[in-house]
């Protein structure tokens, strides 16, 4: 059997997405045998809704057995799941997280993704345990610059919210000097740190910028100004593209939170073969067993096994054991554990076929979670 399987990613032109699709199309790859294939075509949205959903027409019209679908604007994830409803095709969101309530409009749909908190809390620990709290120029006030995602994004707003936030919590006094948007693009960062620079000048101890490729402008404009990252200025992105954590390594950037593309992508990938094998997932799937989430479409953020362990009993999936008979509840908790700091959505549970994961049916003992610290060339 071949299935047909569309993938709609955003834009292509964006580093992070790119090495996600490229897993995503090997890990299909590797999932073929020799009677089941899958025919797995990716399109650019070229960061154009319209363009998208035609993409999603011409999908549909085609007959696909399932959809992989990175929205250009989150909030057109309606319309959308109106029309593969209509065609009973399931979709798989990725990446940018659909409203609540839009996600509760059919049982066919899902959404992976990892919890945006958890990177922007990152982010701002590293500043926070910097030996002068990232206040560079000594003046007893952190004055920041944040270069955001597209605010359309949630990941966007918590990264922002949350890096500012571990700050704050930890007693250290802040400044907003400037917070503008660079939509995801390595370009719009330079641009934007550039205009800063020249604006506040010494006055700014840190740069925030919601991913790397912003980052990785930034540090242009960083170094054309004449400053030097961890001397009188610090830089912090996320995602932990290779190039950041070489000049993590450097000491050109002073750190970023590892977004990891790997396990999104097969978390993605798992989902859209069990919809094509007519299963639910998550909360859909709960009717014709035990595993019963309070809050379906709850976020979950998971900070560690431990973690982990706790909010399974919390969703009381312990009763869910059941549903991995081979495994039992050490591979419910190694889904929810894998998708990590991952947005676990109640659906996600299910979405993981953890059996491939488990070597020996034993959980690895320390398999980290998916946001990392990077910093001075350390995971943690
Ligand atoms: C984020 C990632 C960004 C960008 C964005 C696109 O998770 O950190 O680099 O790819 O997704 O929505």
Redesign the pocket.
């Known amino acids: 059997t071949t299935y047909n399987i569309g993938v709609c990613i955003?834009k292509f032109d964006?580093?992070?997405?790119t090495l996600?699709r490229q897993e995503l199309e090997s890990y299909f790859k590797s999932l073929e045998t020799d009677t089941v294939k899958y025919n797995v075509t990716i399109v650019d949205g070229k960061g154009d809704m319209a363009e998208q959903t035609n993409q999603v027409d011409t999908f549909l019209a085609q007959g696909v057995d399932a959809l992989i679908v990175?929205l250009v604007q989150s909030s057109s994830a309606a319309t959308i799941t109106e029309k593969c409803k209509s065609a009973d095709v399931p979709v798989v969101y990725i990446?940018?997280e659909p409203a609540a309530e839009d996600m509760a409009a059919w049982d066919k749909i899902c959404y992976v993704?990892?919890d945006?908190r958890q990177s922007g809390t990152y982010q701002g620990e590293i500043v926070r345990d910097l030996p002068n709290k990232g206040d560079a120029n000594g003046d007893g006030v952190v004055s920041y610059v944040m270069i955001m995602?597209?605010p359309e994004?949630v990941?966007a707003q918590y990264r922002t919210e949350f890096s500012i936030k571990a700050l704050t919590d930890a007693g250290i006094q802040v400044e907003e000097l400037f917070n503008q948007r660079g939509d995801?693009d390595q370009a719009r960062g330079q641009e934007l740190a550039a205009t800063a620079l020249s604006q506040f000048g010494d006055k700014i101890d840190v740069i925030f910028c919601?991913?790397?490729?912003m980052a990785l402008g930034a540090a242009q404009a960083i170094e054309a100004a004449g400053r030097v990252v961890g001397e009188n200025i610090y830089l912090l992105g996320?995602?932990a593209l290779d190039e950041c954590v070489e000049m993590v390594n450097a000491g050109t950037m002073t750190g970023t939170v590892l977004?990891d593309h790997v396990g999104q992508s097969h978390a993605a990938v798992d989902a859209a073969i069990k919809y094509i094998n007519g299963e639910l997932i998550g909360s859909a799937a709960d009717a014709e067993g035990p595993v019963q989430p309070e809050h379906p479409h709850a976020v979950v953020p998971v900070a560690g096994r431990d973690d982990a362990e706790e909010r399974l009993g919390a969703l009381r999936l312990g009763q869910g054991a059941a549903r991995f008979p081979h495994q039992g509840a050490d591979a419910a908790v190694i889904a929810l554990f894998r998708l990590g700091n991952g947005t676990v959505m109640g659906q996600h549970l299910e979405a993981i076929q953890p059996q491939r994961r488990l070597k020996g049916g034993k959980i690895p003992a320390e398999k980290p979670p998916e946001h990392r610290k990077i910093r001075h060339g350390k995971m943690e």
Request: proline content about 0%; aromatic content about 16%.
């Open positions: 955003y964006d580093n992070f997405m996600y990175n990446n940018r993704g990892a945006a995602g597209d994004n990941d995801w919601n991913n790397d490729a996320v995602d977004n």
